[in-house]
């Protein structure tokens, strides 16, 4: 029987059997702006607020102010999720230390010091790229994926995709990756902002095959359809 992890995210649970696999990697795909950081964000604070589950929040591509600043417009005080000790965050956007291992010895300290059950890696592109050894991604994704299997959390990695890429990261994390949801933003023929998401793989998982259409709101991500 696999345990499930729900993200508590209306609409979105139902698609994917009531929550993650258990202890599983997802990585969650998407364009700039599409609503990458505001769904993990979601999936930490509601797994804090309705599931009395700790998390970590680890940030490369954003200084903590400014994840906070932005997580306060959706009515998240993460700051006071902070200070409760339900949620962690861990900035490592201008960490001047190459060594990966060093990092994800970081990472697994605090892992260990909250007990945290949800971690989100924000972004695994911003990750790789902060290597200043020659960018082994193939090596970090190995790595972080033993390491995670270690600590069992389950794991949103983000991974930013450029507009018009037809790749979704870097071909190695996409076969290691335990889900891949795909968020993508496009306008309409009327010139409006439209969101879809796509469920491309969840392991163990009977997941909804069709395109769903979600919005940002002032409460965070809505699935529409
Ligand atoms: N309070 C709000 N109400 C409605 N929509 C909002 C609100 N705050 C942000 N948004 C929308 O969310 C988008 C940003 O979402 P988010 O930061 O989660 O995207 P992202 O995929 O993480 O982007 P990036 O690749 O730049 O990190 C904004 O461009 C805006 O369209
Ligand atoms: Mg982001």
Known sequence: MIQRVPTGISGFDALIEDGFPQESLILFAGSPGAGKTTIAAQFMFEGALKFGEKGLYVCFAETRDSLLRNLQRFGWDFEKLEREGMIGILDLSTTKEPGIQSNLNLILDTISELSAKRLVIDSFTAFSMALSEPTDV????????????????????????????????????????????????????????????????????NHSKRTHEYDITEDGIRILT
């Open 138 to 205: 193939r090596f970090l994704i190995h790595l972080l994926y033993r390491f995670l299997q270690r600590v069992g959390c389950t794991t949103i990695m983000i991974s930013d995709t450029p507009w018009g890429s037809q790749t979704i990261g870097s071909g190695v994390e996409e076969f290691i990756a335990d889900g891949i949801i795909l968020m993508q933003t496009r306008f309409d023929e009327n010139g409006n902002l439209r969101r879809t998401l796509h469920i491309l793989k969840m392991r163990s998982t």
